[in-house]
């Protein structure tokens, strides 16, 4: 039931961005009074799931879910239809209007991707605020594990700039880290800055960026678990372990590190208690678990809340919108660093639905809607002939030069296109189908 929950979402979320997408090539076409022959939600080579005709366009729904398209009379597209190319152009042909014309009917599915992107995101600061964890109130520093390690960081560094670029909230550090080439932390009170090593930046992308990064916070106890072990010894609500067998474990990374060496062992805990100190015996089980919460203390004083007003939330949207795409421009250069690995981990439509969470929650669906149209935005303007951003760079140089490019020159070009599409189609699919195999 989950993963029909997950599938639900991720279909939603292509069939709004898609439909909108393609629209906004529809609208301005029909307006420029262009004839428009079909009108597409997903692929249908070879079938259709559902067609029907109205007036003159054929509107329907594909069975494969990787975009959607609309066929426009007269412009040489995916479809390399050239019988009517081979007529004499009619007025209400895609290649008989001026250039401006064209170049707005192929760039208004990127236009309205990314006005989307921008409304999601200030409609979400309308209606939830601002909310993060701010970064200059992380008192204790960070906590690392082997793969933060590995890109030079240490427990206790507090991360004062990536890239130069002052970090204000905390929950942007791993993407900022992985995207980045250089960091700033303060490190025993002097300020270092080091090159983030791309072997780091491998295993935190096989790890889908899990537990490499976290807040280092003191050992304060908020929950403890029924029968547990640490239940058993009186640990309480509200004890701060300060340490294990007289060894002072202060911060909740060397608490773990030092519980992990007593597996399935009696040890004697260090407690704080009432500001007095006392020692509780406890037997840890065979995982080396006492069965207990610890409270996050620096994260609740560091959460910021902030009410935003529509005329603060526009700017607010606007300024996400633009983040998003500099980071999906960033995405880029580790997926085309080999030492990253990344292009192994590039999921398609099979394992995307892994992305959303088991349960329905509309404000993650709607932030990754915004996401995801600007990644849209993105891959269309890209300058590859079959997608708009191809189609709008011919028209570019037809209004520099004055000069229209010959429909053999946009049929090569067209068909070039194509096989890149389908070679990465390719392998994406094959990606997909890899790891649903190995279960990696």
Sequence with gaps: METLIQ?????????????????????????????????????????????????????????????????????IDESM??????????????????????????????????????????????????????????????????VGRILGLQNGDKIL???????AKFEQLPLEILFGDNITVEREGKELTFNLSDEGKRDVIKRAGKNF????????????????????????KGDQIIGINGKTTRFFDEFSSELSMH???????????????????AKTTEEGKLGFLPKATVI????????LSIAESIPAGFHRTISTLTNQIKQFK????TKTEAYKQVSGPLRMFKIFKPEWDWTFFWSFTAMFSVWLAFLNVLPI?????????????????????????????????????????????????????TGK
Aim: glycine share 8%; net charge neutral.
């Design 300 to 307: 609740e004083k560091a959460a910021v809340s902030k009410e």
């Design 263 to 281: 597996k399935n062992d009696s040890i004697a805990l260090n407690v704080l208690r009432n500001q007095e100190t006392i020692v509780l015996k």
């Design 7 to 75: 599938i639900a979402q991720l279909i939603l979320c292509l069939s709004f961005l898609v439909i909108l997408h393609e629209l906004g090539h529809f609208l301005p076409a029909k307006f420029f009074k262009t004839k428009i022959e079909k009108f597409y939600l997903f692929f249908n080579p070879w079938f259709s799931l559902v067609k029907k005709k109205i007036g003159e366009t054929e509107y329907g729904i594909g069975w494969l879910p990787m975009g959607g398209y609309v066929k426009i009379a007269g412009m």
């Design 385 to 437: 002939p079959g997608l708009d951003g191809g189609h709008a760079v011919f028209i570019l140089i037809e209004m520099i030069t004055r000069k229209k490019p010959t429909e053999k020159t946009l049929e090569v070009a067209q068909t070039i296109g194509v096989v890149i599409l389908l070679t990465l189609m390719a392998l994406v699919f094959g990606n997909d189908i890899w790891h649903l195999v």
């Design 161 to 167: 700039k990536v890239d130069g670029v002052t970090q």
């Design 334 to 337: 580790i997926i085309f660093n």
């Design 81 to 146: 239809d050239k019988e009517q190319l081979k007529q004499e152009p009619q007025p209400w042909e895609y290649r008989s209007k001026p250039a401006w014309q064209r170049l707005i009917i192929i760039m208004g599915g990127v236009i309205v991707n990314f006005f989307l992107a921008w409304i999601i995101y200030t409609m979400l600061y309308i209606n939830h605020g601002d909310n993060f964890v701010d970064n200059s109130k992380i008192s204790h520093g960070i906590a690392v594990d082997s």
């Design 213 to 236: 990064l976290s807040v280092r916070d003191e050992v304060i106890v908020d929950t403890v678990v029924g029968n547990s072990p640490a239940f058993i010894s009186g640990l309480q």
